[in-house]
């Protein structure tokens, strides 16, 4: 176990240095030896997107849910996949099963939101962005995006509300936009930072699946990795 562990750790330092068919080879070389890790066909399904290889990417983030099908994280990010592969159906019926397990979590709301703005639903996003605020009042990228949808709505006196509320809030990264124009949305990010990973050690059975499930939690709600995959998203996708 320790041996193919170390293959996945391998396949993803690949990843994260860019080369992605070296770490899709090693990853695939894992999952021929364990087909059981959602986090493997996550990761490679990751990969797989980050070449525009949607189709596989879909099939691997839905490996990845049938294994773990009680992962909002999962539903989401298979959304984004399908939004690039210009599958909105598809796409939102993602994007709403993780609002639907996760109700109470801002974040949910505020990933649709960007979602809907970009396919032009500004009522949507407005109404998602709202809930967003309602459950994190203190969430200053949901008030900037907030601001920006009402703003293309025409509802200008409470758009700069909302882009003072974020000014207020993280003048570091708003206040300085002091013009319409030099606005732009923001990628929404989760809080708050998830406990670091825990250590497998396999010589301990019992404690290393606990352990590996509390580590396949942490990887999928990573605050890391969600940026990491919106940054890349919003760069590829949205032309920003």
């Given at each position: 176990?320790e041996?193919?562990?170390?293959?996945?750790?391998?396949a993803?330092?690949?990843c994260?240095?860019?080369?992605?068919k070296?770490?899709?080879?090693?990853?695939?070389q894992?999952?021929?030896?364990n087909?059981?890790?959602p986090?493997?066909f996550y990761?490679r399904?990751?990969a797989y997107?980050?070449?525009?290889?949607?189709?596989?990417a879909?099939s691997?983030?839905s490996?990845?849910?049938?294994?773990?099908?009680?992962?909002?994280?999962?539903?989401?990010e298979r959304?984004?996949?399908?939004?690039?592969?210009?599958?909105?159906d598809?796409?939102?019926?993602d994007?709403?099963?993780a609002?639907?397990?996760?109700?109470?979590?801002?974040?949910r709301?505020a990933s649709?939101?960007?979602?809907k703005?970009?396919?032009?639903d500004l009522?949507g996003?407005?109404?998602d962005y709202?809930?967003?605020?309602?459950?994190?009042?203190?969430?200053?990228i949901?008030?900037n995006n907030?601001g920006?949808?009402?703003?293309?709505m025409g509802?200008h006196k409470?758009?700069?509300?909302?882009?003072?509320?974020?000014e207020k809030?993280?003048?570091?990264?708003?206040?300085m936009?002091?013009?319409?124009?030099?606005k732009?949305?923001?990628?929404?990010q989760?809080k708050?930072?998830?406990?670091?990973?825990?250590t497998?050690?396999?010589?301990?059975?019992?404690q290393a699946?606990?352990?590996f499930?509390?580590?396949v939690?942490?990887l999928?709600?990573s605050?890391?990795e969600r940026k990491?995959?919106w940054d890349?998203?919003?760069g590829k996708v949205?032309?920003s």
């Open positions: 176990m041996n193919i562990n170390i293959l996945l750790e391998t993803s330092s690949y994260q240095k860019g080369d992605f070296q770490g899709i080879h090693l990853y695939s894992y999952i021929t030896k087909n059981q890790n986090v493997a990761q399904g990751k997107f980050k070449i525009k290889d949607y189709q596989a879909q691997d983030l490996k990845a849910i049938k294994l773990k099908p009680d992962s909002a994280e999962l539903y989401a959304g984004l996949i399908y939004y690039m592969a210009k599958k909105q598809a796409a939102m019926s994007f709403n099963i609002v639907e397990m996760e109700p109470e979590n801002p974040f709301y649709r939101a960007f979602i703005d970009h396919l032009n009522q996003a407005k109404n709202q809930k967003a605020l309602e459950l994190d009042p203190e969430d200053a949901s008030h907030l920006l949808v009402l703003g293309k509802n409470i758009a700069e509300k909302h882009y003072k509320d974020a809030l993280d003048p570091k990264n708003f206040g936009k002091k013009s319409s124009d030099e732009a949305d923001v990628t929404p989760p708050p930072e998830p406990a670091p990973l825990p497998i050690k396999s010589n301990q059975k019992e699946k606990s352990n499930g509390n580590t939690k942490a999928l709600t605050s890391e990491e995959f890349f998203v919003k949205f032309g």
